[in-house]
């Protein structure tokens, strides 16, 4: 990584803050699932993530990208198929697993210190040792100041890092993100992108960004998935050359940029072509 | 004193505005009232005497029956009986309809066995009740006790119940998504989310178990401070019924404030209270 206008607001996470149990493989085998109403969200869906990979899952809203990170995550139960991390099959949330939402879901009634240490693990909390690491924790996300302050007293973006420190405690082995950073400001959405690129690298730990910003997958991910229909099919599945975090006109991502928004919206293709959106 | 208009988030603002720009006199103003009514009643009585003691008597008379009462040794045990049923029935209410709440909240079978019946139960007028626990428990300490123990368990049970039913589903998530089911859930995430509404409840209920308990008292009891007001009105002397009824405000604001001291304590971290 070298500094650049990229790495603007990156700050390097303390050593002994990156988590090091590295990452387990994920695989989704002919997944069914269906919500109450409607048609079905996944018809026998199959996706493979290697360990320690950095996968970005690309979508239009409603594809089911929440639903597929919800089931690797353990909160809902596919109908059929099988959802494994690593060896074992998924029947429920599991420690090793690491999910923030879109929305900060900071617990009110604690301060930002006790909303990282709720992300301990057992044997950790109310230890010196993890009391130590919800401190590097809080400052590999950049708030070494904030640990006293209550979620209400902190800004939308400052709230968002918690809940990154939060989902790092247990030293997660799969990392999943849902549309983390959407609601942040362009420089902290890039401190954030490369606090989770640093960490993950470091850790080995498996990452699936839930995105629907083509951009922020090409700056960060290895791999790109698009998923399109319904029910949901992979549309495009593809390696992004290069080191992240890259400049957006780096070489050969124009080329994927015009295939993964093509993938994204299949119906921009079919807009004449005086609108100017024939190529995009 | 922060009037907070340039702060960053959490500068404490309610929504009634930016406090007042004169903080020297605002403790006063909560005495402003009283203060003026004192005044009335003592013109009223003893100036312009438009009440004869027999119906009203006056401040200073008050006073004086007061501290005979003290001298003499008479009012302790009817404010040792009264405080003593407040603060048993009320615990027991109280465990009780948190517990209940908790349980009904956590389990949808448990809410449709219990609560409809509890919400029917809930109607009944606390008078009603007297007759029918006398009936089945004597005159002694007991039928009070139950008596007041009903009228603190409804707004705790019905505030607390509405508080966990409530709770935010993303917060459950998250408690969910750490591996929490249960007993652990309930204490990590539903009680402290809930906590806002069962501290309303257990205020509403003190206030209720007070009622409940002159209720009792009024009707069968040889102590008490309700007893001591029946036994004013029996005895036509309006000092003794004054005198009880500033006892009971005066034991009720404490409880009260007691209360609002725990919830300040665990509330300190709600963006809404802010007192």
């Not at chain 2, 368990?153 to 993303?170: H, K, Q, S």
């Not at chain 2, 309006?238 to 007691?258: E, F, H, P």
């Amino acid at each position: 990584m070298s500094p650049g206008p990229y790495d603007a607001g990156a700050r390097a996470p303390a050593p002994e803050a990156s988590p090091g149990r590295g990452g387990q493989p994920v695989r989704l085998e002919r997944v069914r699932k269906r919500y109450s109403t409607g048609r079905p969200v996944f018809g026998g869906f199959d996706l493979e993530v290697e360990a320690g990979e950095m996968v970005a899952l690309l979508g239009a809203s409603g594809c089911g990208k929440s639903t597929l990170v919800r089931l690797i995550a353990g909160l809902e139960a596919p109908d059929a198929g099988v959802v494994r991390v690593g060896e074992r099959c998924v029947h429920g949330p599991v420690d090793r697993v690491g999910l923030m939402f879109q929305e900060p879901r900071l617990l009110p009634w604690l301060d930002a210190a006790g909303n990282v240490a709720f992300g301990l693990s057992d044997d950790l909390r109310g230890t010196a040792g993890g009391e130590l690491r919800v401190r590097q924790l809080l400052s590999a996300v950049g708030l070494p100041e904030a640990r006293s302050l209550l979620p209400h007293q902190l800004s939308g973006g400052m709230a968002q890092r918690v809940a990154l420190a939060r989902a790092l405690a247990r030293a997660p082995e799969v990392l999943l993100l849902d549309e983390p950073f959407g609601a942040v400001d362009a420089l902290t959405r890039t401190g954030l992108q490369n606090l989770v690129l640093a960490v993950a690298t470091r850790a080995r730990t498996t990452v699936l960004l839930v995105t629907h910003d083509v951009e922020e997958a090409l700056r960060v991910a290895g791999r790109v998935v698009v998923l399109g229909g319904r029910p949901a099919a992979v549309a495009l599945d593809t390696e992004v050359p290069g080191q992240p975090p890259r400049s957006p006109d780096a070489r050969g991502l124009g080329q994927l940029r015009r295939q993964a928004l093509a993938a994204l919206a299949p119906d921009l293709e079919t807009v004449p072509a005086q609108f100017g959106l024939g190529g995009v | 004193m922060s009037t907070g208009v340039t702060g960053t988030a959490g500068s404490a603002v309610g929504w009634r505005g930016v406090a007042s720009r004169r903080p020297s006199l605002r403790w006063a103003e909560p005495w402003f009232l009283p203060v003026l009514l004192l005044v009335a009643w003592t013109v009223a009585t003893s100036v312009l005497k438009w009440f004869g003691p027999s119906q009203l008597p006056s401040p200073a008379q008050v006073l004086r029956t007061l501290r005979e009462l003290i001298v003499s040794g008479e009012l302790e045990p009817h404010l040792a009986a009264s405080v003593g049923r407040i603060v048993v029935g009320y615990a027991a209410g109280a465990v009780l309809g948190t517990g209940l709440a908790t349980a009904v909240g956590l389990s949808r079978t448990l809410e449709r066995l219990l609560d409809p019946t509890l919400q029917a139960l809930r109607a009944i007028p606390s008078l009603a009740w007297v007759p029918f626990l006398l009936l089945w428990l004597g005159i002694g300490e007991l039928p009070k006790l139950v008596l007041v123990a009903i009228g603190a368990f409804f707004p705790v049970y019905v505030n607390a119940a509405a508080g966990i039913r409530n709770v935010d589903r993303r917060l459950l998530e998250v408690g969910r998504l750490h591996g929490l089911k249960g007993a652990r859930l309930a204490r990590r995430i539903v009680l402290p989310a809930a906590a806002p509404s069962l501290l309303t409840g257990l205020r509403l209920g003190l206030g209720q178990a007070w009622l409940f308990l002159v209720a009792a008292e009024l009707i069968a009891a040889s102590r008490g401070l309700g007893f001591l007001l029946i036994d004013g009105q029996n005895s036509a002397r309006a000092d003794l019924m004054v005198v009880s009824i500033a006892l009971l405000a005066l034991l009720g604001k404490l409880a009260d404030q007691a209360v609002r001291g725990v919830e300040r304590r665990l509330l300190g971290w709600s963006d809404a209270f802010r007192a």
